[in-house]
């Protein structure tokens, strides 16, 4: 079982920056990928970014390129979000979710079914 919890959600104007936080308890955090995922009101549930069990690989879904970078603590068992010239569009409940490594299976995977633990979700709001 792991236990995910996230923190560092909040207002913010567009064009400014946040920093989620997702803490990880139970399991060999390493054992794990981990992702980002967004839902906004009315929308499904959608990826936003993963990265692998080492933190050598990274993936990120098009609209948040060259704005977002996930990265991880494997020490300190968190995983990182950090959001910069952030936008209305981003506004949305942050999820991160971690992901059993399986030999074969590709290190940033970006499905929510192969996600196996989530965390509660921390709201971020972007105003205009």
């Known amino acids: 079982q792991v236990l995910l919890i996230e923190s560092g959600g909040g207002l913010v104007q567009a064009g400014g920056s946040l920093r989620l936080s997702c803490a990880a308890s139970?399991?060999?955090?390493?054992?794990?990928?981990m992702g980002w995922f967004r839902q906004a009101p009315g929308k499904e549930r959608e990826f936003v970014a993963a990265i692998s069990w080492s933190g050598g690989s990274r993936y990120y879904t098009d609209s948040v390129k060259g704005r977002f970078t996930i990265s991880r603590d494997n020490a300190k068992n968190t995983v990182f979000l950090q959001m910069n010239s952030l936008k209305p569009e981003d506004t949305a409940v942050y999820y991160c979710a971690a992901s059993r490594v399986v030999a074969g299976t590709i290190p940033t995977p970006i499905g929510i079914s192969e996600y196996d633990y989530w965390g509660q979700g921390t709201r971020v709001t972007v105003s205009s």
């Open positions: 139970g399991r060999a955090f390493s054992a794990y990928a």
